[in-house]
Nanobody, 124 residues
Framework: EVQLVESGGGIVQPGGSLRLSCAASGFTLSTYDMSWVRQAHEKGHEWVSGILEGDGSTYYTNSVKGRFTVSRDNSKNTLYLQMNSLKPEDTALYFC?????????????????WGQGTQVTVSS
């Protein structure tokens, strides 16, 4: 079965860090472009970061540049999102998604596999 399973969310104080994991099964993660997307309460989905297949080039939305790092471990078939210097506005449900071949990283309509999401809450 093709699926993505996220973990690593939690409650953290402003300025803290979390690392999200996304374990892939049923396909080889490194052969697809992958993205992280988040959804704050009662808001739409927001593209956060992406990593390309092959050379692993990474991309970020402006609000997380310099604070978040996306990576993957091919041996574990797992995607990561290291989040540092967290802010209350980072509070959201975070999803990892598989990008349909040929689509752009930030196009929500071109994600063919979604994980179940992991909640990140940044609060003092």
């Amino acid at each position: 079965e093709v699926q993505l399973v996220e973990s690593g969310g939690g409650i953290v104080q402003p300025g803290g860090s979390l690392r999200l994991s996304c374990a892939a099964s049923g396909f080889t993660l490194s052969t697809y472009d992958m993205s992280w997307v988040r959804q704050a309460h009662e808001k739409g989905h927001e593209w956060v970061s992406g990593i390309l297949e092959g050379d692993g080039s990474t991309y970020y939305t402006n609000s997380v540049k310099g604070r978040f790092t996306v990576s993957r471990d091919n041996s574990k078939n797992t995607l990561y999102l290291q989040m540092n210097s967290l802010k209350p506005e980072d509070t959201a449900l975070y999803f990892c998604v598989r990008v349909r071949r040929g689509a752009t990283l930030g196009n929500m309509y071109e994600y063919d596999i979604w994980g179940q999401g992991t909640q990140v809450t940044v609060s003092s």
